[in-house]
């Protein structure tokens, strides 16, 4: 084994540290060209990245702020269309009530105009009534004491000219000879010449014999006039059915004949032991008719075109006269 001495150790030791020391101090060489081309080249392609970057950052920046504006007109205009639609909304509503409005202002006044319709109507009635009701009272105040007349021919016939055709008419004085006698008495002095059938219908009667009927002012007195006077009731047992000549009267009074008489076109057993029956038609059932269905003034049992009372003509029965065309 080889023997290392102290002074070969120190002298080893100091030679190393030396090594060390010139390594230390000894300066850097520079790089070369290449390695600096390329960290000029790193250092450029890094700041165009960043630029880039920056860029990047900008435009989506400026992309959301324009989704932002996008948003903001986007929720003007809904906004718009929604002002718009209740705007829209506020005139419909104006537009409705107004219609309303309009409808109810229309309604009232069709409402006014038939209660002014129905006022005028009802006015206009009441003022024909009341003036029926003061010529009533009027010629129940001119009216004479009824006296009956003395029993009635017992032979004769009433020949009744019209404007519609010729009726006789045969008489029962046996049943109602003041009646007889006053219808003969009133014909002879021409008192019924010139009236009008001024009440018919159908399937009922026709009614005549009223002066009121020869004067057209006095229409709304048809139905009211006479002769002056009145005669007591003869009720009997002849039955109201086609044909028969009865007497008509005021009202309730059965005491109340005058001139107006009737003839009925159907049955009426509700007259019976009610009016005088006096006489009966025998001839001219076809005028009956004429007379009966002639249209009457809508409302009213006035017809529109009343057959006129031409002449009544009293003469002798002869045999010819028989009842006929029933």
Same mark, same amino acid.
């Given at each position: $084994?080889?023997?290392? #001495?102290?002074?070969?150790?120190?002298?080893?030791?100091?030679?190393?540290?030396?090594?060390?020391?010139?390594?230390?101090?000894?300066?850097?060489?520079?790089?070369?060209?290449?390695?600096?081309?390329?960290?000029?080249?790193?250092?450029?392609?890094?700041?165009?990245?960043?630029?880039?970057?920056?860029?990047? @950052?900008?435009?989506?920046? $400026?992309?959301?702020?324009?989704?932002?504006?996008?948003?903001?007109?986007?929720?003007?205009?809904?906004?718009?269309?929604?002002?718009?639609?209740?705007?829209?909304?506020?005139?419909?509503?104006?537009?409705?009530?107004?219609?309303?409005?309009?409808?109810?202002?229309?309604?009232?006044?069709?409402?006014?105009?038939?209660?002014?319709?129905?006022?005028?109507?009802?006015? @206009?009635?009441?003022?024909?009534?009341?003036?029926?009701?003061?010529?009533?009272?009027?010629?129940?105040?001119?009216?004479?004491?009824?006296?009956?007349?003395?029993?009635?021919?017992?032979?004769?016939?009433?020949?009744?000219?019209?404007?519609?055709?010729? $009726?006789?008419?045969?008489?029962?004085?046996?049943?109602?000879?003041?009646?007889?006698?006053?219808?003969?008495?009133?014909?002879?002095?021409?008192?019924?010449?010139?009236?009008?059938?001024?009440?018919?219908?159908?399937?009922?009667?026709?009614?005549?014999?009223?002066?009121?009927?020869?004067?057209?002012?006095? #229409?709304?007195?048809?139905?009211?006039?006479?002769?002056?006077?009145?005669?007591?009731?003869?009720?009997?047992?002849?039955?109201?059915?086609?044909?028969?000549?009865? $007497?008509?009267?005021?009202?309730?009074?059965?005491?109340?004949?005058?001139?107006?008489?009737?003839?009925?076109?159907?049955?009426?057993?509700?007259?019976?032991?009610?009016?005088?029956?006096?006489?009966?038609?025998?001839?001219?059932?076809?005028?009956?008719?004429?007379?009966?269905?002639?249209?009457?003034? !809508?409302?009213?049992?006035?017809?529109?075109?009343?057959?006129?009372?031409?002449?009544?003509?009293?003469? !002798?029965?002869?045999?010819?006269?028989?009842?006929?065309?029933?």
């Amino acid at each position: $084994m080889k023997t290392i #001495t102290l002074s070969t150790l120190v002298l080893g030791l100091a030679l190393a540290l030396g090594a060390c020391a010139s390594e230390s101090t000894a300066p850097e060489s520079a790089p070369s060209q290449p390695v600096q081309d390329a960290n000029a080249k790193a250092a450029a392609d890094q700041a165009a990245a960043e630029d880039a970057k920056a860029n990047a @950052a900008r435009e989506i920046a $400026m992309a959301q702020q324009a989704e932002r504006d996008a948003a903001t007109q986007k929720a003007k205009e809904q906004k718009a269309v929604a002002d718009a639609a209740a705007a829209k909304a506020i005139a419909d509503k104006a537009a409705a009530d107004k219609a309303a409005a309009d409808k109810q202002a229309a309604e009232a006044a069709a409402a006014k105009a038939t209660a002014d319709k129905a006022a005028a109507e009802s006015a @206009a009635r009441e003022k024909s009534a009341a003036n029926k009701t003061a010529a009533e009272a009027a010629a129940a105040k001119e009216q004479k004491p009824v006296v009956n007349p003395p029993l009635a021919d017992s032979n004769i016939v009433a020949e009744l000219e019209t404007s519609a055709g010729t $009726m006789v008419l045969g008489f029962y004085p046996d049943k109602a000879p003041n009646h007889v006698k006053n219808f003969a008495d009133l014909a002879r002095k021409g008192f019924y010449d010139g009236t009008l059938f001024h009440r018919v219908i159908n399937h009922f009667m026709i009614q005549g014999g009223d002066p009121n009927t020869k004067d057209p002012a006095k #229409t709304a007195m048809w139905g009211a006039g006479g002769p002056g006077y009145k005669i007591n009731n003869e009720f009997n047992d002849t039955k109201h059915v086609r044909g028969t000549l009865s $007497m008509a009267r005021s009202g309730g009074d059965v005491n109340s004949a005058g001139s107006q008489f009737f003839i009925c076109h159907a049955v009426a057993p509700h007259l019976d032991h009610q009016y005088t029956a006096f006489g009966e038609l025998l001839k001219g059932y076809d005028v009956l008719d004429k007379i009966a269905t002639a249209p009457p003034v !809508p409302g009213t049992d006035r017809p529109k075109d009343p057959v006129k009372l031409i002449k009544v003509t009293i003469r !002798p029965r002869t045999p010819a006269d028989v009842k006929q065309g029933e």
